[in-house]
């Protein structure tokens, strides 16, 4: 049998993975000097040096010239070249399609959102609709098609993140088993994620929203679905068959029948999600109620205001998930635990969930609101397109 030569020592390799920590600093610092580099990389300065000429010749920095001195020379400033290309985050529902269009260094460009009613909502479609759409962005913001280097999706179901698989979206017409990468590939032509769109909620608090200081804690979102995107050490953790976080199928004592199905509600979600929640309110009205043209946030609200029935039905509901935050808490033990979606971030239920925590006396970390709202996936999607960069920029060692 031959033997595979090791190549980690190979030079080139070396000035490559160089390069991406060098690349990867400018980036998140805009603009520096060498000096500045030596000392956040731990290179050489003679390493530096050789890097940087590399990474100008690859048109991918470029030097400011001299920037204030302390006291002796002016040192040379260098600057990532964010104009060099752009990323797109989208984001599907039910209801529409959300864009979001970043530079280099995550600044937006622009955002925009299409109704998807009276519109074909199959893969092709939804792709098609994709592909006009960042077409659109690229030409008014006068960016050549290459120029697109990442398009990140996040979706309303489980996904296959190494394949680009969409499990089901049951919302949607023959969204079941989608090679949703190998779909849009056909109509951009750069690298493409896919991400559940929970998740990416998550990403994008840590990004710039309540969660910036926190490398591990659990965002769980309470509106027309329940789920929870968990970062684990700064990342994203999927689990063994990408389904961490699918807390809506979480077992309920007295309320659960049976074993949970894939592309069916699960028990928490029929409880305490937006249409559990007013299936409660419509049983129960009184006739001084007038329950026909109520929505959830109409209960959300009664029950902040006083109403006794609105009281009983959101206690109920908070109660249940602050045993589902006590739990979280006791498995992953989390720092943060962020409440997002239309339930889960109203008043009532961070009011009475925190009350119900109040009687735990270990393990219960601290409870906030998510700060990002429905922009929350979209910058999520650019955090992680950002962390793609660096190999998409460098994706070879350098000669």
Known sequence: MKKERNQVGRPSLLRHTNA???????????????ADLVRASGLSAPTVTKVVADLVTANLIKPLGEG??????????????????????????????????????GIELDHLQVSLADRKTTPEAICQLIGQEAKHLLARHKKARKQLLVVVVGVPAIANVDEGVVVSISTLENWRSVPLRSLLLKVVDCLVIIENDTNLAAAGERFRGSAQTEDTFILVNIGANVSAG????????????????????????????????????????????????????????????????????AVLNLATSGDPLAQSIIEHRAGIVSDILVNLSLILNPALILLDGEVG???????????????????????????????????????????????????????
């Open 345 to 399: 971030s109203h008043p009532a239920i961070l009011s009475s969930v925190n009350k119900h925590l109040e009687q735990c006396e270990f393990a219960v970390t601290r409870i906030a609101v998510a700060s990002l709202g429905d922009f929350a996936v979209l910058w999520g999607a650019i955090a992680v397109a950002l962390d793609a960069i660096p190999l998409v920029l460098l994706p070879q060692p350098l000669s």
């Open 68 to 105: 204030e001195s302390s006291g002796g020379r002016p040192p040379d400033m260098l600057s990532f070249k964010a104009e060099r290309g752009c990323l797109l985050a989208v984001q599907i529902t039910s209801s529409h399609l959300s864009f979001l269009l970043a530079d280099l260094s």
């Open 230 to 297: 968990i970062v684990l050490d700064g990342k994203i953790h999927h689990g063994a068959q990408w389904s961490a976080g699918e807390i809506g199928y979480l077992r309920l004592p007295d309320v659960s029948g049976r074993h949970p199905a894939l592309h069916n509600f699960g028990e928490l979600e029929n409880v305490v999600s937006s249409a559990g929640i007013l299936n409660s309110w419509k049983k129960s009205a009184q006739p001084s109620h007038d329950a026909a043209d109520v929505d959830v946030r």
């Open 20 to 34: 991406l920590t060098i690349l990867q600093l400018l980036r998140e610092a805009g603009s520096c000097s060498r």
